[in-house]
């Protein structure tokens, strides 16, 4: 991979990271002491948590994926498909720098993945 590629990816890769790593560390707040007539409002609080509680698992699981994208530019693997072993496309890696997996694996392998 071309050395200015490499040292651009890690500087979006390690931007991102330290994104995510705020988002992570961000405090969930629980829902306040429920008190006769206030159904409606526990119920929007239990709400905004859940919402919180998502939103930091999707974080956490988009984290995974950076510090491993950070881990195959160390190992020069990066832009590689981990299941094919083939390029995967610049505009790809552009969009999504943490991308693991080619389109056409991706597309076999499900979104999930």
Do not use: N
């Amino acid at each position: 991979m071309d050395p200015a590629v490499a040292a651009s990816a890690r500087t979006v890769l390690e931007t991102e990271r330290m994104r995510l790593l705020a988002e992570v560390d961000e405090v969930v707040e629980s829902p306040g002491q429920m008190t006769y007539g206030s159904q409606a409002a526990a119920a929007s609080q239990v709400f905004a948590q859940q919402r919180d509680l998502a939103l930091r698992e999707k974080a956490e699981k988009e984290l995974e994926l950076v510090v491993a994208a950070i881990a195959r530019l160390g190992t020069g693997t990066f832009g590689r498909c981990l299941e094919c072993g083939g390029v995967i496309a610049p505009g790809r890696l552009e969009a999504l720098p943490w991308a693991a997996h080619c389109i056409d694996c991706q597309k076999l392998l499900g979104p999930g993945r």
